[in-house]
């Protein structure tokens, strides 16, 4: 079975600083993984996923996330964090190598970005 | 372009009544759709999820059932419902091979 860890509750950063909100994950063998955004009493909304290819991957509002095999980790990162990104951040995940389609989500990360 | 329909928004029914979410999709045919529950603010647990007309999948056991009577509609259901049923339902649906999920505005739900 799969599973997503997203250790840190929340994450306050400044204004203008670099954000990093952590995941880490557990599959059967290669992984789709995927960064959510959810605004509150909202819907989730795509950000950005990893298929295959470049480690690195960009999405939208200038987030970007790195696939870590090694550390099975996709984080999500931005350069300079803007106040409109406070919201709460969700990584998912499946397995690439089964029928399951439904994608297994970790507990969410609150992100406050402080003026 | 695809859109996502889901209500009621919001909902505020008693212990033991029945509940009848509805989604549905536009713009697309034979999508796969799911239902997920977020409780307190927090993490997704998938309920169901369905890949065709009349076939369903369950994640878990619970009070819940799922009915997908048309291509493109979800309906989420119950026949008594109970306190930790509260939450906020979401739906969502993808292309079938592909796996980015829409999702839906959502339904908040409270049970009394």
């Known amino acids: 079975a799969q599973s997503v860890a997203q250790p840190e509750d929340q994450v306050n950063v400044a204004e203008g600083n670099p954000l990093t909100v952590k995941c880490t994950y557990s599959?059967?063998?290669?992984?789709?993984l995927f960064w959510y955004v959810q605004y509150p009493n909202r819907g989730l909304q795509f950000l950005l996923k990893?298929?295959?290819?470049?480690?690195l991957v960009k999405g939208s509002y200038g987030f970007e996330a790195e696939f870590n095999k090694s550390q099975t980790s996709f984080h999500l990162k931005k350069p300079s964090a803007l106040v409109s990104d406070s919201a709460l951040y969700f990584c998912?995940?499946?397995?690439?190598?089964?029928?399951?389609?439904?994608?297994?989500f970790g507990s969410g990360t609150r992100l406050q970005v402080q003026p | 372009s695809q859109t996502i329909h889901q209500w009621p928004a919001t909902l505020v029914q008693p212990v033991g009544s029945p509940l009848s979410l509805e989604c549905t999709v536009e713009?697309?045919?034979?999508?796969?759709l799911y239902w997920y529950r977020q409780a307190a603010g927090r993490g997704l647990q998938l309920l169901f999820y369905?890949?065709?007309?009349?076939?369903i999948s369950s994640e878990v056991p619970q009070n819940l059932s799922a009915s997908r009577p048309q291509d493109r509609q979800f309906i989420l259901s119950s026949k008594k419902l109970l306190l930790s049923d509260s939450g906020f339902y979401l739906c969502?649906?993808?292309?079938?091979?592909?796996?980015?999920?829409?999702f839906g505005a959502g339904s908040r739900l409270t049970v009394l």
């Open positions: 998912a995940v499946r397995p690439l190598d089964t029928g399951r389609r439904a994608l297994t």
């Open positions: 990893y298929i295959t290819g470049d480690n």
């Open positions: 369905s890949v065709g007309i009349g076939q």
């Open positions: 713009g697309t045919s034979n999508p796969n």
């Open positions: 599959v059967s063998g290669n992984p789709y």
């Open positions: 969502a649906w993808s292309p079938g091979g592909a796996n980015v999920l829409t």
